[in-house]
């Protein structure tokens, strides 16, 4: 199949998905969205692919969800809302609902709905100097979908959570649980496929079956009904037309990007990361 945002890579039985829109740092565009779901519709009926590598092309993972589409669409209520997030986060989960092993490979950036993203993988593993981060509170938006509840414990969640901290180093999260190692930089693809190819050769029935016993524990405690929760509640955050959220849409539109995300950050005591969303086409 022919890809326009993202890149797919068969080596033995591991399937790499490169998110391809380096110009965007990967930025979550609906198309991006929709070519992630086909390429994981045909790796999951591939019995010849046994794990999944997902990584990012450029100098990022992925900067989240597109703000310059949400921009240009205007989109207003919870009707014009719902399709569109309900999409974005069945994407992400099912990174973690997949009966395939999936591993993402993080370096750069990984924000908002990237790092929900690179979260909701089975194994993370990022390379020196990647930031993480839920910045989405700072410009009135909501999350998309709420795992950093359930990797790592309440206070650290809600941190990161109210701040907005987009700053979160790979060895933070390495340290509060949110991912499985950091290597060098530049080696973070070649540990994830390494690792890979090991899992690849357990017998798939059988690795099939424990990651759905692993991942039914957290269905028994109450994760898929509190995901759903937090995403109805998203879509009614992304609906409210808060002055702050107006004027950041407004300087989007007018201004572009960038100087809205200046904006956001400057009403803040902490700064955040807007060379995160420097590319402004």
Known sequence: MTWRTIETDREGSVLTIVLNRPDRLNALSGELLGELNRAMDEAEADEGVRAIVLTGAGRAFSSGLDLKDEAQLAMKGPADWQPALTAAFE???RFWRSPKPTISAVHGYALAGGCELALACDITIAAQGTLFGEPE??????????LLPWLTGPKQAKEILFTGNDRVTAERALAIGLINDVVPRGEHVAAAHAMA??????????LRMTKQAVNRTYSVMGMDTALASALDANIIIES???PARRQFMEIARRDGLKAAIAWRDARFATPGGPEAYEPDV
Not at 137 to 146: H, P
Not at 197 to 206: E, L, S, W
């Open 91 to 93: 994407t992400i989960m």
């Open 137 to 146: 509170l700072r410009f009135g938006a909501g999350i998309v979908a709420l």
């Open 197 to 206: 190819k090991d899992i690849a050769t357990v017998d798939p029935a059988a």
């Open 240 to 242: 409210l037309e808060t």
